[in-house]
Every structure is written in structure tokens, then in C-alpha cells.
């Protein structure tokens, strides 16, 4: 199969410098590296193809041959090497870009770029490792977000083992190095064309292991438990907000820190209100003869029952807005509206004595006494001149 071009390879024109070279390898090694894409040939073939690309452009004199030869360039120092272009392994092209060292250098590189920051897992040489985060998802009602709440979360975590504190043996006899890669944490694999250094199964990457498990961890030091936590929800949260709480995640390995609680909230569906960030909306029946006749309208309000004046006349769909009957700004006292549309009423069971007294009414005030009649007929009428 014929080689791809090395710039299209890492996604860069041909006069770019070599900080756009050496930038544009450091996106796509990333990701395409091996370990964050377990099992997955493709991606070992392009991390591959990156150092090889990177290998030569990095190189003044060689990318100054390849820019004038191609690939034609190399072709007989790959023949003389048994193929493979002459380049190096892909593995110590990644050390160095990324500021690797020696053996260990591999392990710190990962965790720096995939993960090990934030909810990903540490090690040292005592096998203590950080806990998970997790995730916790806690429904509300809309009062309970508008007031703010203080709720109990129950969930089922790893927290620290009481029978050996954490330690993971039994009997404090400690860790022995790892007999499969003697205390280094990482073992040689073949993948495909070449060979990968992952972390060892048996330790897990630590280089060590428990002497005397403990019977209640089996020398993890940590076991499954219910646990309970009190969590402040603020008032003014939005759906689909995120809090975290710092150390209610997942226990640590043998003593490693705890990791994190993120809890995702859901506002439940209202059945009288509905929210648009901080304003508030709902419809609000009136009858039709008070529609006609203007007063004071009874509405519903989170704090309450409250009121408006209705003009004379107002039509359905209608708009009036409360200030600060809304719900709080987070982390401020300030709120926003309730807006209330109305909704005229139109009665739709007429005993006899109340169709008759309406169809005099309506033979006195005639067919169109309302602007919005006025207006709609008055523009109409060329459509009705049959009549």
C-alpha cells in the first residue's frame, strides 16, 4: 500500500513552521495513542503513521530531503533496516515531544494527557490509587429550586475498609514487589507490527502487590457501602445543573484519596407553572364576563396567591406581568417575573333562559364591537362581496 503524504497525515500545509508541526503531532498522537484505544487496530496503525511523519519532519535535513524526494528519500535506509522507513519507535517519538523520561516516563505522560487530572486514577509505588467519581442524579420540584433545599442523597459507594483501615493487609505486613514485572508496573505487549508497554496486570501498574490480603477487601482496602450524604442545593438552579462535593466519590485504593461526587440536577414538571430561566409563565382562565367587564383576577404565585387587574375588554392570550414573582438569580437576591397569559372562557352548556338572555346581548351590541373584529372584517370585506 502506497505511504500517505506525511503533512496530510498530521493535518498541516507544507511551508508551516515547526511549532505547527510539532503542535499539530501532540493533538493527533494524543488521539490516536494505544492506550486510550484499547484493542483498536486502526487507530495503533495511525499512531504509528503519526511518528513515523513526525520522525521525518521534525528533522530539518530529513524533511528537507522528503520535501524535495518524498518518500524516495527514505526508501533505502528502510531497505537496510528491514523496512520500516528507518524510523524509531513510535513509543520514544511520543516520550519526547510530551517531556517523558525514562522507564516511568510512559505512566506520567498518560496520566497527564488522558485523564489523570481530573476523575482519573493515580498510582504510586505503594499501590494507593484514587477513587472513581460519580455521578449522582437528584430530581426537585420547581419551589424547591426557587427557595433552595437541603437534601439527603443515599448511594452505594466504595468507602475505606474498617478491618484494615485502608491498608489492604491484614495483618500490616505491607506490599512485596510484583514477581510478573518485578516492580517496574509495566509489561511488554505485542501489538501488530510492534511493541507497547501497558501497565501489568497482576498490580494493576503499581509494581507492587499485598503481602497478606485482608479477608474484609480482599486487599483493596475498600468494600461496597451505603452511605449518606447531605447536599445544599442554592436557590435559583437551573435543570441540568452540576454540583460537586469534594471526596464523596469512590473511596481511594489502599489509602488513596477520595475521588468526587457530581450530582446532576432535574427539575420536575410542574402542572401549574413553567419556567424560562428565571421568569415564570402560566394561563389563568377567566370568564367571558369579566373578560368584557375588567376587575380583579386571583392568580397563583410560588409565594402565594396574588392578584391582577384585568381592563375592560381584554382579549384571550392576553399578557400581564408580576415583577419579582419569579424565580432568584443564583447568588443573588434579585428574581424575575411571573408572566400570566389569560384565557377567556366560553361557556359550552346553556340552560334556556341563559341562550336567551345572550342572544339578546348579542343582538344589541351587534356582530363586530371589538377592535380586533373591527380591523379583521374591515380588510376582509372584498372577500365577501357575494353576500
Known amino acids: 500500500m502506497a505511504k500517505r503524504d506525511y503533512y496530510e497525515i498530521l493535518g498541516v500545509q507544507k511551508g508551516v513552521d515547526d511549532a505547527e508541526i510539532k503542535k499539530a503531532y501532540r493533538k493527533m498522537a494524543v488521539k490516536f495513542h494505544p492506550d486510550k484505544n484499547p484493542d483498536d487496530k486502526e487507530a495503533e496503525e495511525r499512531f504509528k503513521e503519526l511518528g513515523e511523519a513526525y520522525e521525518a519532519l521534525s528533522d530539518p535535513q530529513k524533511r528537507a530531503a522528503y520535501d524535495r524526494y518524498g518518500h524516495a528519500a527514505f526508501a533505502q535506509a528502510g531497505a537496510s533496516r528491514g523496512g520500516g522507513g528507518g524510523f524509531h519507535d513510535p513509543f520514544d517519538i511520543f516520550r519526547e515531544v510530551f517531556g517523558g523520561g ?43 429550586a426557587a427557595t433552595g433545599v437541603e437534601k439527603e442523597l443515599e448511594l452505594e459507594k466504595a468507602a475505606t475498609c474498617e478491618t484494615c483501615s485502608g491498608k489492604g493487609s491484614s495483618d500490616g505486613a505491607g506490599t512485596k514487589t510484583c514477581s510478573t514485572c518485578a516492580g517496574h508496573g509495566q509489561v511488554i505487549a505485542s501489538r501488530g507490527l510492534f511493541q507497547i508497554q501497558q501497565a501489568c496486570p497482576t498490580c494493576g501498574g503499581s509494581g507492587q502487590i499485598i503481602a497478606n490480603p485482608c479477608k474484609g477487601c480482599g486487599g483493596d482496602g475498600r468494600v461496597q457501602r451505603s452511605s449518606r450524604i447531605k447536599l445544599k442545593i442554592p436557590a435559583g438552579i437551573a435543570h441540568g445543573s452540576r454540583l460537586r462535593t469534594s471526596g464523596n466519590g469512590d473511596a481511594g485504593v489502599r489509602g488513596g484519596p477520595a475521588g468526587d461526587l ?41 409565594e402565594g396567591k396574588s392578584s391582577i387587574k384585568i381592563p375592560a375588554g381584554t382579549q384571550t392570550n392576553t399578557l400581564f406581568r408580576l415583577r419579582g414573582k419569579g424565580i432568584t438569580f443564583l447568588n443573588s437576591a434579585r428574581k424575575g417575573d411571573l408572566l400570566v397569559r389569560v384565557q377567556v372562557e366560553v361557556p359550552t352548556k346553556l340552560n334556556a333562559e341563559q341562550r336567551q338572555k345572550l342572544e339578546a346581548f348579542s343582538e344589541s351590541i351587534g356582530e363586530h364591537n371589538s377592535p380586533i373584529g373591527e380591523s379583521f372584517f374591515e380588510k376582509a370585506k372584498r372577500f365577501f362581496h357575494g353576500d
Open 102 to 144: 525514562g522507564g516511568g516516563g510512559a505512566g506520567s505522560i498518560f496520566e497527564e494527557f488522558f485523564g489523570g487530572g481530573g476523575g482519573g486514577r493515580r498510582r504510586d509505588g505503594s499501590g494507593r490509587q484514587r477513587g472513581s467519581d460519580l455521578r449522582y442524579d437528584l430530581e426537585i420540584t420547581l419551589e424547591e
Open 262 to 302: 457530581f450530582v446532576v440536577v432535574h427539575l420536575k414538571e410542574h402542572d401549574v407553572f413553567e419556567r424560562d430561566e428565571n421568569d415564570l409563565y402560566c394561563e389563568v382562565p377567566i370568564s367571558f364576563a369579566r373578560a368584557a367587564l375588567g376587575g380583579e383576577l386571583a392568580v397563583p404565585t410560588l
